[in-house]
């Protein structure tokens, strides 16, 4: 049932044999004091206007800054922006600039770029997929449907002071602010490049892109003009290598100093003395789950909803199939972000999960799980496959290229499906709104197509609140009940792995990745030399 130690053992039977056939040197090619890391894909765009996927966010967090940015704490903090003011009603925010901040073109940062960012995203002519982070501005809807000429509800009061009006309080707007989507980008810089801003970004970040080889590098270099403590490194090196094998032999060999690690090289890397206490762990803001279509027949019934996760045994597979690399999601809001209690649990009960299936549907339930062709995946739903079997439920697995995938999944056209939500900005409200909102049916986030009016109401009650008590009350009443009609069965909050050289410096992972400005890691003073690999 559980394919894992299989895996592991090819796994590293494959690492040995490249390993092998390879040089044991390090790169003499290797840009001195550059940090190397590995890209899987090749990021589709570094504008922070039309950035919507993690591996160019996490560049552009680099090239670029806003008015706040999180700590590791997930604490919210000054950047380009030295303080700020949130009057009573929650409705007017006053932003006070830094002097002296400039982009890497030379031309200094005033309240003015902000503005003309903000807007750009909201612009038509733009087609940014981000323009939900301003939609509560006021006087968006008028801009975005051409009856006005600006945003009445972002004010320049001067060079280093910007005013922004929302059209009723909005809890989690501060924290949205962190986002890529908000970070601010020079005017002149758009108009000489149009679309091929995407990749030749200008931004007032600690590093600069001087380098992009489609497909093969990307290459930042040092901003020795940040208004911030200059990095430490001079500069980051990407190498786009899709495949996990590759990757990992060329960390291996010392030629990638960084390297996000999958399950099967997590458990490879974490066997071996000399490499373990170079593995970091990230405690991640996510959540992974088992959607079920509510919309259809027979997850229209939350009884037959609630019977599926009765009978999955989800700590067995957690510690099992996916080595511990987790903790099990009791509530769809990742346990960083909540602060209440969390919802009670549905617990392991296949005995009776059996026997409410029987009663509500007697001739048995036949569905379709719909997942992509990620292997780890596959072998997920697989296992999930084989427990609803045991209590009459017969599943037929579908694999389709993740494209397609998401198309089918919000569309609807699935029963079950299998996914994952990541934090953009560290508010429950990340996990709540978009995903259980009935406003947000299909391709807005709530793929379940769930819709409860009180449910609803409660998120609204916590968006529209500015006392936190309030809010926490509020979204603990929205969780409760969405865990006791189970449009999801949670699973797990993932772990992530990333292992560093021993020769790397200063390096910490973060919960989030805009957190990560590569500001502070730095290769040591002392020569990389070959490394000697251990079998």
């Not at 980051?236 to 960084?258: K, S």
């Not at 992974?288 to 989800?314: H, Q, T």
């Not at 709104?433 to 009650?461: A, C, Q, W």
Request: overall charge neutral; charged content about 25%; glycine content about 6%.
């Amino acid at each position: 049932m559980y394919k894992s130690t299989i895996n592991i053992k090819l796994y590293i039977f494959v690492i040995i044999s490249l390993i092998f056939l390879s040089s044991c040197a390090v790169d003499s090619d290797r840009k001195d004091g550059f940090i190397y890391m590995r890209l899987n894909t090749n990021p589709n765009t570094l504008d922070p206007a039309l950035i919507n996927n993690v591996a160019s966010a996490e560049i552009a967090a680099k090239i670029f800054n806003g008015l706040v940015r999180l700590n590791d704490s997930l604490e919210i903090l000054p950047d380009i922006a030295s303080s700020w003011k949130i009057s009573n009603d929650g409705l007017r925010y006053s932003f006070y600039l830094k002097k002296g901040v400039k982009f890497s073109n030379g031309r200094e940062v005033t309240a003015h770029d902000f503005k003309y960012s903000f807007q750009r995203v909201l612009a038509k002519e733009t087609r940014s997929p981000n323009t939900w982070v301003f939609d509560k501005i006021l006087g968006e809807k008028q801009f975005v449907s051409g009856n006005a000429k600006e945003v009445c509800g972002i004010k320049v009061i001067n060079d280093y002071t910007l005013e922004i009006t929302l059209i009723k309080p909005f809890s989690p707007f501060l924290s949205m602010l962190t986002m890529t989507t908000a970070y601010v980008v020079p005017k002149e810089e758009i108009i000489r490049h149009g679309r091929d801003f995407s990749v030749k970004p200008i931004g007032a970040g600690p590093f600069i892109l001087t380098e992009w080889s489609l497909n093969n590098y990307i290459i930042l270099e040092a901003n020795i003009g940040y208004f911030q403590l200059s990095p430490k490194a001079r500069g980051i090196y990407y190498r786009v290598i899709p495949e996990d094998l590759t990757a990992i032999t060329q960390f291996e060999l010392g030629n990638i100093d960084l390297i996000s690690l999958s399950g099967q090289s997590y458990a490879m890397f974490d066997k071996r003395p000399d490499m373990k206490p170079l593995i970091h762990k990230i405690k991640g803001l996510d959540t992974y789950y088992l959607g079920l279509n509510c919309s259809k027949f027979p997850f229209s019934n939350p009884e037959i909803r609630r019977a599926i996760a009765m009978a999955i045994d989800r700590k067995k597979i957690l510690e099992t199939f996916y080595n511990g690399r987790g903790t099990i999601a009791n509530g769809v809001v990742p346990e960083q972000l909540r602060r209440w209690l969390a919802p009670l649990e549905i617990k392991f009960d296949p005995l009776m999960a059996k026997k409410i299936i029987n009663t509500l549907v007697p001739d048995g339930i036949n569905v379709t799980m719909y997942v992509s062709s990620d292997q780890e995946i596959v072998d997920i739903a697989e296992i999930i496959q084989s427990y609803l079997k045991n209590v009459g439920v017969k599943v037929t697995l579908r694999q389709l290229e993740w494209n397609a995938f998401v198309e089918a999944v919000n569309n609807g056209e699935t029963d079950m499906f299998w996914l994952s939500w990541w934090a953009d900005y560290p508010d429950p409200e990340n996990f709540l709104f978009p995903l259980f909102h009935s406003s947000n049916l299909g391709s807005g986030g709530n793929r379940t197509r769930y819709s409860n009016i009180i449910v609803d109401r409660m998120i609204e009650k916590g968006q529209d609140s500015i006392d936190p008590t309030s809010i926490n009350t509020y979204y603990k009443q929205a969780e409760d009940i969405i865990a006791q009609d189970c449009p999801w069965v949670t699973f797990w909050h993932k772990n992530d792995y990333i292992i560093q050289q021993p020769w790397i410096k200063g390096f910490k992972v973060s919960p989030i990745y805009t957190i990560d400005k590569g500001e502070e890691v730095y290769i040591s003073s002392e020569k990389i030399k070959e490394k000697t690999i251990h079998h």
